[in-house]
Nanobody
């Protein structure tokens, strides 16, 4: 089992920045990749960014150039630096980890961007 705990959400004005962090615990050995997804009210959960064990990343077009994903040296943490935030970035942000054939989710953290 892998447990994920997110932190760093909050309320920010448009154009501002936030940094989300996610820490994995439990059976963290061989976590293949970690990532961030978001879900706005009434919408599906969408990929924001993923980072793989080899360091490669996938970043959604809607946030490319504004958001940066990174993993800690211990490989059990993942962060999302969010700059130039827009009201449409408002959502609950979820951390995800993939280990073997299993997917794990955090509880989510609210990000609200006011105009």
């Amino acid at each position: 089992q892998v447990q994920l705990v997110e932190s760093g959400g909050g309320l920010v004005q448009a154009g501002g920045s936030l940094r989300l962090s996610c820490a994995a615990s439990g059976s963290i050995f061989s976590i293949n990749d970690m990532g961030w997804y978001r879900q706005a009210p009434g919408k599906q959960r969408d990929l924001v960014a993923r980072i793989f064990s080899g360091g490669g990343t996938i970043v959604a077009d809607s946030v490319k150039g504004r958001f940066t994903i990174s993993r800690g040296n211990a490989k059990n943490t993942v962060s999302l630096q969010m700059n130039s935030l827009k009201p449409e970035d408002t959502a609950v942000y979820y951390c995800k980890a993939v280990r073997g054939g299993n997917t794990y989710w955090g509880q989510g953290t609210q990000v609200t961007v006011s105009s």
